[in-house]
T-cell receptor, first 117, second 111 residues
């Protein structure tokens, strides 16, 4: 298993440009997440998904969009990049059965380092 | 909302023991995770506590007190490779079971 993969690893954007951060997992996990991590800070949840076709906002969703058309893929879209979106973006996945809390481990991708100038 | 507090940095000597604390305030607590994150890398899972008490995994142990909103991660026989940030994360019903992360505690191991 490759686990959670993310592309690209690095990207520089100009203000106002758009881009999609790709995330794929091959563990058949139902839950997927997008986080951002600013220097010296913890992880902030942007969006998450509990299964294909279902997404929901996290703590800091403004300026981002997501979709989950398949179990494996969970792309994150930035429409109008702003300097405040300069950060490291991590995608993660986990498996949770039933309606219980996500007690299972979240597996993280290697991250995408984004700079907006 | 959820409030998670961790001290920011500590330095320890190789072979020593270090304790990293985490306090949290949340309603509907469901569990607490510890993750390790090396510089420039993704977080990796270390431990999970949902009941009060100590969970031991080799050189790492994690303790939880639900009544006090408190957890600690104990690292024994420190090795240079243990230099990393240690993130505490809480899941709760009030947060729709999503993980809320603290800022992390940077541990620097010196020879």
């Amino acid at each position: 298993n490759a686990g959670v993969t993310q592309t690209p690893k690095f990207r520089i954007l100009k203000i106002g440009q758009s881009m999609t951060l790709q995330c794929t997992q091959d563990m058949n996990h139902n839950y997927m997440y997008w986080y951002r991590q600013d220097p010296g800070m913890g992880l902030k949840l942007i969006y998450y998904s509990v299964g294909a076709g279902i997404t929901d906002k996290g703590e800091v969703p403004n300026g981002y969009n997501v979709s989950r058309s398949t179990t494996e893929d969970f792309p994150l879209r930035l429409e109008l990049a702003a300097p405040s979106q300069t950060s490291v973006y991590f995608c993660a996945s986990s498996f949770t059965s039933g309606d219980g809390p996500p007690t299972d481990t979240q597996y993280f991708g290697p991250g995408t380092r984004l700079t907006v100038l | 909302g959820q409030n998670i507090d961790q001290p920011t940095e500590m330095t320890a000597t190789e072979g020593a023991i270090v304790q990293i604390n985490c306090t949290y305030q949340t309603s509907g607590f469901n569990g607490l995770f510890w993750y390790q994150q090396h510089a420039g890398e993704a977080p990796t899972f270390l431990s999970y506590n949902v009941l009060d008490g100590l969970e031991e995994k080799g050189r790492f142990s994690s303790f939880l007190s639900r009544s006090k909103g408190y957890s600690y991660l104990l690292l024994k026989e420190l090795q240079m490779k243990d230099s990393a940030s240690y993130l505490c994360a809480v899941t709760s019903f009030s947060g729709n079971n999503r993980l809320a992360f603290g800022k992390g505690n940077q541990v620097v191991v010196i020879p």
